[in-house]
Nanobody
Framework: QVQLVESGGGLVQAGGSLRLSCAASGRTFSNYAMGWFRQAPGKERELLAAISGSGASTYYADSVKGRFTVSRDNAKNTVYLQMNSLKPEDTAVYYC????????????????WGQGTQVTVSS
């Protein structure tokens, strides 16, 4: 079992930046691929970025490519999402997720989910 806790959300003006963190507890963190998702009201959950267990491989959705960066610190059992050039359409609840596989996972088939953190971008 893996427990995930997101932090770092909040209110930011358009063009600003936020860094989300996701702290994991439980099994060996480096054995888990991690992903960042978001869900806005009335919209489907969207995979934004994913990273392999070692951190060597990453994936980004077109909607965030060039603006968001995913990284991980396996010594701290933490994955990050650096979000730059934020837009009002980035407003959503952001979730991190884990899957017990070391390669990067570019689908929504994750096994463990955090509770989410709200990101609101004002215009």
């Amino acid at each position: 079992q893996v427990q995930l806790v997101e932090s770092g959300g909040g209110l930011v003006q358009a063009g600003g930046s936020l860094r989300l963190s996701c702290a994991a507890s439980g099994r060996t963190f480096s054995n888990y691929a991690m992903g960042w998702f978001r869900q806005a009201p009335g919209k489907e959950r969207e995979l934004l970025a994913a990273i392999s267990g070692s951190g060597a491989s990453t994936y980004y959705a077109d909607s965030v490519k060039g603006r968001f960066t995913v990284s991980r610190d396996n010594a701290k059992n933490t994955v990050y999402l650096q979000m730059n050039s934020l837009k009002p359409e980035d407003t959503a609840v952001y979730y991190c997720a884990a899957k017990n596989i070391i390669r990067v996972v570019m689908t929504s088939t994750y096994d463990y989910w955090g509770q989410g953190t709200q990101v609101t971008v004002s215009s």
